[in-house]
Protein backbone atom coordinates (compact mmCIF):
# COMPACT_ATOMS: atom_id res chain seq x y z
CA UNK A 1 0.00 0.00 0.00
CA UNK A 2 1.50 3.67 -0.70
CA UNK A 3 1.98 6.03 1.88
CA UNK A 4 1.14 9.25 1.11
CA UNK A 5 4.82 11.15 1.81
CA UNK A 6 5.35 14.35 3.77
CA UNK A 7 6.48 17.15 0.89
CA UNK A 8 8.81 18.83 2.42
CA UNK A 9 10.51 21.99 1.55
CA UNK A 10 13.88 23.41 3.03
CA UNK A 11 14.95 26.92 3.50
CA UNK A 12 18.65 28.15 4.36
CA UNK A 13 20.95 30.30 2.78
CA UNK A 14 23.68 28.12 2.89
CA UNK A 15 24.24 25.27 0.37
CA UNK A 16 25.83 22.83 2.85
CA UNK A 17 22.85 22.94 5.59
CA UNK A 18 20.13 22.77 2.72
CA UNK A 19 21.97 19.57 1.40
CA UNK A 20 22.52 18.19 4.65
CA UNK A 21 18.52 18.07 5.47
CA UNK A 22 17.61 17.47 2.20
CA UNK A 23 20.04 14.32 2.32
CA UNK A 24 18.57 12.85 5.72
CA UNK A 25 15.03 13.93 4.92
CA UNK A 26 14.83 12.24 1.27
CA UNK A 27 16.41 9.29 3.49
CA UNK A 28 12.93 8.45 4.77
CA UNK A 29 10.23 6.05 3.11
CA UNK A 30 7.32 8.67 4.15
CA UNK A 31 8.90 11.84 3.35
CA UNK A 32 10.59 13.72 0.49
CA UNK A 33 11.38 16.98 -0.20
CA UNK A 34 10.17 19.09 -3.21
CA UNK A 35 12.22 22.12 -3.00
CA UNK A 36 15.01 24.14 -2.09
CA UNK A 37 14.79 27.79 -1.44
CA UNK A 38 17.56 30.44 -0.83
CA UNK A 39 15.73 32.80 0.83
CA UNK A 40 12.48 33.89 1.90
CA UNK A 41 10.61 34.94 -1.17
CA UNK A 42 11.81 32.03 -2.54
CA UNK A 43 10.44 30.13 0.00
CA UNK A 44 7.13 31.54 -0.53
CA UNK A 45 7.00 31.03 -4.39
CA UNK A 46 7.98 27.39 -3.65
CA UNK A 47 5.44 27.14 -1.51
CA UNK A 48 2.80 28.13 -3.90
CA UNK A 49 4.26 25.85 -6.52
CA UNK A 50 4.17 22.54 -4.69
CA UNK A 51 1.84 22.70 -1.28
CA UNK A 52 4.46 21.35 0.60
CA UNK A 53 2.93 19.79 4.14
CA UNK A 54 5.69 21.33 6.29
CA UNK A 55 8.60 24.20 5.50
CA UNK A 56 11.76 24.11 7.59
CA UNK A 57 12.87 27.69 7.57
CA UNK A 58 16.10 29.52 8.41
CA UNK A 59 15.15 32.92 10.66
CA UNK A 60 18.08 35.26 8.92
CA UNK A 61 18.07 35.14 4.98
CA UNK A 62 19.28 38.03 2.59
CA UNK A 63 16.34 39.59 1.31
CA UNK A 64 13.15 38.64 2.96
CA UNK A 65 13.53 36.99 6.13
CA UNK A 66 12.14 33.65 7.62
CA UNK A 67 9.87 35.39 9.87
CA UNK A 68 8.32 37.23 7.08
CA UNK A 69 8.48 34.47 4.27
CA UNK A 70 6.67 32.48 7.53
CA UNK A 71 3.65 34.97 8.11
CA UNK A 72 2.82 35.00 4.00
CA UNK A 73 3.00 30.87 4.41
CA UNK A 74 0.78 30.72 7.23
CA UNK A 75 -1.86 33.42 6.05
CA UNK A 76 -0.75 36.02 8.85
CA UNK A 77 1.49 38.00 6.03
CA UNK A 78 0.16 40.11 2.81
CA UNK A 79 2.99 39.11 0.85
CA UNK A 80 3.69 42.83 -0.50
CA UNK A 81 7.32 41.81 -1.40
CA UNK A 82 6.53 39.13 -3.23
CA UNK A 83 6.64 38.80 -6.85
CA UNK A 84 3.00 37.11 -7.43
CA UNK A 85 2.72 37.52 -11.09
CA UNK A 86 3.41 34.12 -12.92
CA UNK A 87 5.64 33.96 -15.63
CA UNK A 88 4.12 34.72 -18.84
CA UNK A 89 0.38 34.65 -17.54
CA UNK A 90 -0.11 38.12 -16.08
CA UNK A 91 -2.00 36.85 -13.30
CA UNK A 92 -1.49 36.56 -9.63
CA UNK A 93 -0.54 33.65 -7.79
CA UNK A 94 -2.86 33.52 -5.05
CA UNK A 95 -1.63 33.43 -1.32
CA UNK A 96 -0.26 29.98 0.38
CA UNK A 97 -2.87 29.97 2.85
CA UNK A 98 -5.66 30.43 0.16
CA UNK A 99 -4.72 27.09 -1.57
CA UNK A 100 -6.89 25.26 0.71
CA UNK A 101 -3.32 23.47 1.60
CA UNK A 102 -2.34 24.06 5.44
CA UNK A 103 1.28 24.60 5.32
CA UNK A 104 3.33 23.97 8.61
CA UNK A 105 6.61 26.11 9.33
CA UNK A 106 9.12 25.04 11.30
CA UNK A 107 12.15 27.78 12.59
CA UNK A 108 15.66 26.14 12.16
CA UNK A 109 17.77 28.70 14.28
CA UNK A 110 21.45 28.81 15.49
CA UNK A 111 20.37 29.76 19.22
CA UNK A 112 17.79 28.32 21.64
CA UNK A 113 15.31 31.01 22.39
CA UNK A 114 16.50 34.40 20.05
CA UNK A 115 14.32 37.08 20.06
CA UNK A 116 13.81 36.30 15.83
CA UNK A 117 12.38 32.39 17.31
CA UNK A 118 9.76 34.43 18.78
CA UNK A 119 8.16 36.70 16.41
CA UNK A 120 8.30 33.74 14.04
CA UNK A 121 5.88 32.29 16.66
CA UNK A 122 3.89 35.12 16.13
CA UNK A 123 3.91 34.88 13.11
CA UNK A 124 2.18 31.53 12.73
CA UNK A 125 5.09 29.22 12.79
CA UNK A 126 4.48 25.55 14.87
CA UNK A 127 7.71 25.85 16.49
CA UNK A 128 10.95 25.76 16.48
CA UNK A 129 14.42 23.81 15.82
CA UNK A 130 18.25 23.96 16.63
CA UNK A 131 19.98 23.73 13.67
CA UNK A 132 22.02 21.47 15.35
CA UNK A 133 19.40 19.16 16.53
CA UNK A 134 19.71 15.19 16.12
CA UNK A 135 18.63 13.39 13.51
CA UNK A 136 15.71 11.50 14.86
CA UNK A 137 14.78 14.61 16.76
CA UNK A 138 14.56 16.27 12.99
CA UNK A 139 12.58 13.52 11.55
CA UNK A 140 10.47 13.60 14.62
CA UNK A 141 9.69 16.91 14.32
CA UNK A 142 8.25 16.83 11.20
CA UNK A 143 6.24 13.92 11.30
CA UNK A 144 4.51 15.54 14.33
CA UNK A 145 3.81 19.11 13.06
CA UNK A 146 2.22 17.05 9.72
CA UNK A 147 -0.32 15.80 12.33
CA UNK A 148 -1.19 19.50 13.44
CA UNK A 149 0.84 19.75 16.65
CA UNK A 150 3.62 22.04 17.75
CA UNK A 151 7.05 20.95 18.47
CA UNK A 152 8.40 22.50 21.54
CA UNK A 153 8.33 20.93 24.34
CA UNK A 154 5.74 21.44 27.34
CA UNK A 155 8.87 22.38 29.45
CA UNK A 156 10.22 25.04 27.04
CA UNK A 157 6.46 26.39 26.46
CA UNK A 158 6.62 28.60 29.15
CA UNK A 159 10.34 29.75 28.87
CA UNK A 160 9.26 30.53 25.17
CA UNK A 161 6.69 33.19 26.53
CA UNK A 162 8.94 34.81 29.62
CA UNK A 163 11.42 35.48 27.46
CA UNK A 164 8.96 37.14 24.62
CA UNK A 165 7.32 39.35 27.61
CA UNK A 166 11.13 40.19 28.72
CA UNK A 167 11.50 40.90 24.86
CA UNK A 168 9.02 43.71 24.82
CA UNK A 169 6.27 41.26 23.48
CA UNK A 170 2.94 43.37 23.91
CA UNK A 171 -0.21 40.67 24.58
CA UNK A 172 -3.13 40.56 21.64
CA UNK A 173 -1.64 43.61 19.54
CA UNK A 174 -4.94 42.68 17.46
CA UNK A 175 -7.35 45.60 16.59
CA UNK A 176 -10.10 46.14 19.49
CA UNK A 177 -12.67 48.68 20.01
CA UNK A 178 -12.90 50.89 23.53
CA UNK A 179 -15.49 48.47 25.04
CA UNK A 180 -15.82 45.25 23.03
CA UNK A 181 -14.23 42.38 25.07
CA UNK A 182 -13.76 44.09 27.85
CA UNK A 183 -14.12 42.59 31.39
CA UNK A 184 -15.29 43.94 34.89
CA UNK A 185 -11.81 44.96 35.39
CA UNK A 186 -11.74 46.38 32.43
CA UNK A 187 -8.85 44.58 30.86
CA UNK A 188 -9.82 43.40 26.97
CA UNK A 189 -10.41 40.09 26.20
CA UNK A 190 -11.42 37.95 23.49
CA UNK A 191 -14.43 37.12 22.51
CA UNK A 192 -13.33 33.58 22.38
CA UNK A 193 -12.54 33.28 25.67
CA UNK A 194 -16.43 33.16 26.98
CA UNK A 195 -17.01 30.12 24.38
CA UNK A 196 -14.79 28.26 26.78
CA UNK A 197 -15.97 25.89 29.38
CA UNK A 198 -14.61 25.95 32.85
CA UNK A 199 -12.34 22.95 32.95
CA UNK A 200 -11.42 23.96 28.96
CA UNK A 201 -9.95 27.23 31.03
CA UNK A 202 -8.87 24.88 33.66
CA UNK A 203 -7.00 23.06 31.25
CA UNK A 204 -5.40 25.75 28.99
CA UNK A 205 -3.87 27.30 32.06
CA UNK A 206 -2.44 24.32 32.50
CA UNK A 207 -1.31 24.13 29.08
CA UNK A 208 0.34 27.79 29.42
CA UNK A 209 1.91 26.76 33.12
CA UNK A 210 3.79 24.18 29.91
CA UNK A 211 2.60 21.01 31.83
CA UNK A 212 1.79 18.08 29.21
CA UNK A 213 -1.47 16.03 28.44
CA UNK A 214 -0.59 13.34 31.04
CA UNK A 215 0.65 15.65 33.93
CA UNK A 216 -2.03 17.67 33.11
CA UNK A 217 -4.53 14.10 33.43
CA UNK A 218 -2.86 13.50 36.76
CA UNK A 219 -3.36 16.94 38.33
CA UNK A 220 -6.95 17.50 37.39
CA UNK A 221 -7.92 14.00 38.00
CA UNK A 222 -9.00 12.95 34.56
CA UNK A 223 -8.10 10.79 32.05
CA UNK A 224 -5.58 11.39 29.25
CA UNK A 225 -8.25 10.91 26.55
CA UNK A 226 -10.57 13.54 27.82
CA UNK A 227 -7.55 15.89 28.44
CA UNK A 228 -6.84 15.15 24.81
CA UNK A 229 -10.38 15.97 24.28
CA UNK A 230 -10.52 19.13 25.99
CA UNK A 231 -7.26 20.45 24.05
CA UNK A 232 -8.77 19.39 20.60
CA UNK A 233 -11.89 21.87 21.88
CA UNK A 234 -9.69 24.48 23.33
CA UNK A 235 -7.89 25.09 19.87
CA UNK A 236 -11.06 24.60 17.99
CA UNK A 237 -12.50 27.25 19.93
CA UNK A 238 -9.87 29.88 20.28
CA UNK A 239 -8.76 29.58 16.75
CA UNK A 240 -5.03 28.44 17.27
CA UNK A 241 -2.86 26.47 15.30
CA UNK A 242 -1.42 24.39 17.98
CA UNK A 243 -0.54 24.86 21.59
CA UNK A 244 2.16 27.52 21.52
CA UNK A 245 -0.69 30.01 20.10
CA UNK A 246 -2.97 28.55 22.74
CA UNK A 247 0.27 29.47 25.70
CA UNK A 248 0.10 33.37 23.54
CA UNK A 249 -3.95 33.56 24.14
CA UNK A 250 -3.90 32.56 27.93
CA UNK A 251 -0.76 35.31 27.96
CA UNK A 252 -2.83 37.60 26.45
CA UNK A 253 -6.11 36.95 27.89
CA UNK A 254 -4.66 37.46 31.66
CA UNK A 255 -5.39 33.90 32.16
CA UNK A 256 -2.01 33.32 33.64
CA UNK A 257 0.87 35.51 34.21
CA UNK A 258 4.56 35.32 34.09
Same mark, same amino acid.
Given at each position: ?? #??????????? #?????????? !???? #??????????? @???????????????????? !???????????????? +??????? !??????????? @????? +? /???????????????????????? $??????? *? =???? /????????????????????????? *?? &? =??????????????????? =?? $??? /??????????????????? &?? $?? +? *???????? =????? *???????? $????????????? #??????????????
Amino acid at each position: MN #QERIRVIIADD #QDLVRAGFSM !VINS #QHDMTVVGQAR @DGAEAVRLSRQFHPDVVLMD !VRMPGMDGIEATGIIT +GSGDGSR !VGRTSPGSGTE @DPPCA +G /TGHSTRVIILTTFDLDEYVMSAIN $AGASGFL *L =KDTE /TETLLTSIRTVDQGNAIIAPSATKR *LI &E =KMLEDGYTPHSGERSSDQG =KG $ASG /TYTDPELNDLTEREREVLV &EI $AH +G *LSNQEIAD =KLFIS *LPTVKTHV $AHILAKIHARDRV #QAVVFAYDNALVTP
